[in-house]
């Protein structure tokens, strides 16, 4: 199994901010997973055949930048 993505995600600071980041990453192709962390506001994505710039695109979709 691969590793996972993992994203330092700031500004993230609710339920909402985590829902909005966990849609936008589930909707990209290939994603089976995504971890949210409010408290170390960071992100694990789980799936095959990930594309960073993807999941970094779907970040900043939901209003955020990843680090």
């Not at 590793?3 to 849609?23: D, L, N, Q």
């Not at 909707?27 to 408290?39: I, P, S, T």
């Not at 055949?49 to 779907?58: K, M, Y």
Request: proline share 3%.
């Amino acid at each position: 199994m691969a590793e996972p993505f993992v994203y330092s995600v700031p500004g993230m600071h609710c339920a909402h901010c985590e829902r909005a980041v966990r849609e936008e990453l589930a909707a990209v192709e290939g994603v089976d997973g995504v971890e949210v962390n409010l408290d170390t506001k960071r992100v694990a994505v789980h799936g095959a055949g990930l594309d960073d710039q993807r999941l970094r695109a779907a970040i900043a979709e939901a209003g955020y930048e990843a680090g």
